[in-house]
């Protein structure tokens, strides 16, 4: 599967982003996605995960009740809506894909990942 990450940007402290990974091939909704993301000078770090229909999500302390996943399992594409954001959600985010049940990994497919800058 091949997974194309968009939505990034630069916004204020406070306001609200979605991004979007559009994945390619028939066999989309056999796959858990993750979110993850990497900050300068920093590792990369799970965001939110999502089962391969939908049912079960999994957040990190630092996102959860702001940040929230789902999928379209028609379209071939998962979401990330992210709200109330912070200076320190400012990173590179990337989408993944995996065959396993365990959300936070390891995943086997990584998009190209998507800029998000949030300003104070």
């Known amino acids: 599967v091949q997974l194309q990450a968009s939505g990034g940007g630069l916004v204020q402290a406070g306001g609200s982003l979605r991004l979007s990974c559009a994945a390619s091939g028939r066999t989309f909704s056999r796959y858990a996605m993750g979110w993850f993301r990497q900050a300068p000078g920093k590792e990369r770090e799970f965001v939110a995960a999502?089962?391969?229909?939908?049912?079960?999500?999994y957040y990190s302390d630092s996102v959860k009740g702001r940040f929230t996943i789902s999928r379209d399992n028609a379209k071939n594409t998962v979401y990330l809506q992210m709200n109330s954001l912070k200076p320190e959600d400012t990173a590179v985010y990337y989408c993944?894909?995996?065959?396993?049940?365990?959300?936070?990994?390891?995943?086997?497919?990584w998009g190209q990942g998507t800029l998000v800058t949030v300003s104070s």
């Open positions: 993944a894909a995996q065959l396993g049940a365990y959300l936070l990994g390891p995943y086997d497919y």
């Open positions: 999502i089962t391969w229909s939908g049912s079960n999500t």
